[in-house]
């Protein structure tokens, strides 16, 4: 069913779009040329398409990662079309890389991880600023709205596979960042909006390579609904649609018809085809039995905690050890509190995201005890910067950004593919089981306030690659799991106010307080006892919900 959109409510409409010289980015620039609007297209090469349309159209060379590149185009684009109340970014890069590959003793590069990552979500959130510092100066429409930006994340971000671990952080940061930027933005007028669409018929999907029948069947069975992958117009319908319905603000819009991507019994798929893309493979689950009780006393403990020595870290540590575990606490500074616990812990002065020091730690882990099967993920910074600022005329500076997505993202990414690596050569427990790794996310991952973008989207970027981490390392028997708490009592945030403490806590519906540290460590107890708990993200946060 369709209905005519009018032309008219396009008319006004000047655009940019990155990634617009192909894929859905294409799709979109035509879409909006055909409803009379002018469109400046931000691309790293010009395709011959481009040059086929018609006059309203610019194009301009562009790497969104590089601020003086997309200031250049901006500037372009008003110069050409007096303003721009529209960005629709669709910019983007996907690989398929497993996280640690046993047959050549090797784990994913590090460097394509940041590539996919910088570019994918560093550049989403550098556009997103750039322009909206731009929007700003715009005279308002009649009801009152500057400007729109749409971002392209992905169903990977919610359903990542064995081998999009890169992909699905990257697209889950885009996410993330949805909701903060446009509670930071509605001061200006200014709404965002995010697309995720399923499997679209792109060259990202399936670049130059020729499809074989039975994976273009095995697709489209699983896009339960219609049958059939998803055309490019279709998604720059779904832009016309927010563009034009200003109650969008916010979401994140499912384009998927519904597919299920990991349930074979959902859509009848027994088998997936041979030569099926990497990504799409059903991943063998683990563990493969029953659930049952286990005792966390017969557990022999091997751990791994990044950002042990202060806050959740330094209380899980204390769990631990009362446990009889051994503990390797990773961190940038040793505390007073670590130096004083008893049992078997030692301190290495690590910085996550350092290859040679997580390297230097995980062996100092394997001289002391023999093995590491435990590793939580701690380690992290939160910053509060809003994504412009009006007055002085700047926004949102681009390398704070990019250093709360590098310890949060990639530090805890590198620790997790390097200690998988050590894991998978340990001979596993009677039940099949080499290791645990249990991450730190937050409740602002897809409920960020004002300010926190950069935060937000870093912890999204966790809850994205958890579930495809767990299928790849399911076949090895290493379960991956996240936590997500709400407002908790730490150094942090007893930092602030005491007025602001109070409004935090009655934002808890119960128990109206913030959590205890120990609550957290309870909670990763329960992980390591529950081997049924597998690629989830858990949330502990007193049905917090930030308004």
């Known amino acids: 069913m369709r209905f ?71 500037d372009l684009a008003v110069s050409k079309f007096s303003f721009i109340n529209c960005v629709v970014n669709c910019a983007g890069i996907g690989i398929t890389r497993k996280t640690v590959s046993n047959s050549t003793n090797s784990s994913h590069s590090l460097d394509e991880f940041e590539r996919v990552m910088k570019v994918n979500a560093l550049g989403t959130f550098n556009v997103i600023r750039l322009a909206a510092l731009s929007m700003t100066n715009n005279e308002p429409d009649e009801d009152g709205e500057r400007g729109v930006i749409i971002n392209t994340a992905s169903t990977s971000a919610f359903e990542g596979q064995v081998g999009q671990v890169a992909y699905a952080a990257s697209k889950a940061a885009v996410v993330g960042m949805t909701l903060p930027i446009a509670r930071d933005l509605s001061r200006h007028s ?98 493969n039995r029953l659930g049952r009780p286990e005792e966390f006393a017969h557990l022999d403990i091997c751990a791994i905690v990044t950002g042990g020595a202060s806050g959740l870290g330094f209380e899980t540590t204390k769990m631990l050890l009362s446990h009889g575990a051994k503990v390797i606490i990773f961190d940038i500074k040793c505390s007073c509190g670590v130096s004083e616990l008893k049992g078997n812990v030692f301190f290495s002065e690590t910085d996550v995201t350092s290859d040679e020091s997580v390297c230097k730690g995980i062996e100092l882990a394997m001289q002391k005890f023999g093995k590491i099967n435990c590793v939580i993920n701690c380690a992290g910074i939160f910053t509060k910067h809003n994504l412009i600022d009006v007055s002085e ?23 997790i593919r390097l200690a998988a690596l050590s894991m998978v050569k340990s001979d ?90 120990e609550e957290f460590a309870n909670l990763v107890k329960s992980i390591l006892e529950n081997r049924m708990i597998n690629g989830t993200t858990i949330a502990i946060d007193g049905a917090l919900r930030l308004a």
């Open 4 to 74: 005519s959109t009018s032309v008219s409510a396009a008319k006004k409409i000047s655009a940019i779009v990155t990634g617009g010289a192909s894929g859905l980015g294409f799709a979109t620039v035509k879409k909006f040329l055909e409803q009379g609007g002018k469109v400046l297209v931000c691309d790293i090469k010009k395709a011959d398409e481009i040059t086929k349309l018609q006059d309203d159209i610019v194009f301009c060379e562009t790497d969104v990662t590089s601020e003086s590149a997309v200031k250049h185009a901006i």
């Open 190 to 287: 200014i709404r965002c909006v995010t697309i995720a669409p399923g499997l679209i018929e792109s060259t990202l999907l399936f670049g130059d390579r020729q499809v074989q029948p039975d994976v273009l069947e095995y697709i489209n069975d699983i896009q339960l609904a219609i049958g059939r992958q998803g055309y490019p117009s279709e998604f720059a319908d779904a832009v016309v649609g927010c563009l034009h319905n200003k109650m969008f603000n916010g979401v994140t819009l499912r384009l998927d018809a519904g597919g299920i991507f990991d349930t074979a019994s959902s859509t009848g798929i027994t088998k997936t085809p041979k030569g099926a893309i990497n990504h799409l493979v059903k991943c063998t689950p683990f563990p």
């Open 393 to 415: 005329g700047r926004p949102h500076d681009l390398c704070l950004f990019e250093r709360v997505m590098k310890i949060n993202v990639t530090g805890t990414f590198n620790v």
């Open 428 to 517: 596993p427990e009677e039940d099949g089981e080499r290791g645990v790794i249990i991450n730190t996310s937050s409740v602002t991952a897809f409920q960020g306030v004002a300010g926190v973008t950069a935060y937000s989207a870093s912890k999204a970027a966790i809850i994205g690659m958890t579930l495809p981490v767990a299928r790849e390392l399911a076949q090895y028997g290493i379960r991956c799991v996240t936590i997500s708490p709400g407002a908790f009592r730490t150094e942090m945030t007893e930092s602030g106010s005491g007025e602001t403490m109070a409004k935090v806590k009655k934002l808890v519906p119960f128990p109206c307080r913030l959590g205890e540290p």
